[in-house]
């Protein structure tokens, strides 16, 4: 494959999480299935979103609640991006992780295994993950650039951008 047209749907695929990044969730609990086998959520319907959420469930890449929503509107959270990243690059490999704030019996242990052993994650300076937290999007692209192994290219980059800090 042509470097520059993988660089291409590389970008593309970044693109398109940050600017979903608001509307999905990926999470350990169950989703309604309907009897032909597509997962449905009582909350997606009409929703600008539905046709990427439906097709991302399909594929297995998120998942919704127990009680069959998806809630698209909401936040997502740090280990829910991960665990996102982990479904769609077929990450794998596991590493021990002692975070302070983060349980073995966590549904999303396992995935910050993953996240660690592929360096795509460090935690913060006080030893914590904070799984919970909203992701921001410096954050889930600076998991991105990590995961692709993209150079760090400076600020002048990113100056261009209303919100840059």
């Given amino acids: ?14 693109i398109s999480i940050l600017m979903l990044m608001p509307v999905f969730s990926v999470n350990g609990y169950a989703t309604t299935v309907s009897s032909v086998g597509i997962m449905q ?3 997606v319907d009409g929703h600008w979103a539905e ?7 399909k594929k297995g890449l998120i998942s919704g609640y127990t009680d069959g929503t998806f809630r698209p509107n909401n936040s997502v959270t740090r280990v829910e991006f991960l665990a996102f990243i982990n479904k769609s690059f077929n990450l794998t490999q596991t590493t021990d992780i002692n975070f302070k704030d983060v349980k073995s019996t966590d ?9 660690k052993a592929a360096n ?16 921001t999007r410096e954050e889930a692209a600076s998991i991105v650039a990590r995961l692709l192994n993209l150079k760090e290219s400076g600020p002048d980059l990113l100056i261009k951008f209303k919100d840059f800090s």
């Fill in 1 to 14: 494959m042509n470097v520059r047209i993988r660089f291409s749907k590389v970008l593309s695929l970044i």
């Fill in 41 to 43: 959520f009582s909350d």
């Fill in 107 to 115: 549904w999303f242990y396992n995935d910050l295994r993953i996240a």
């Fill in 51 to 57: 046709t990427t959420i439906n097709a991302w469930a």
């Fill in 120 to 135: 795509i994650i460090d935690g913060y300076e006080d030893n914590t993950m904070r799984p919970n937290n909203s992701i």
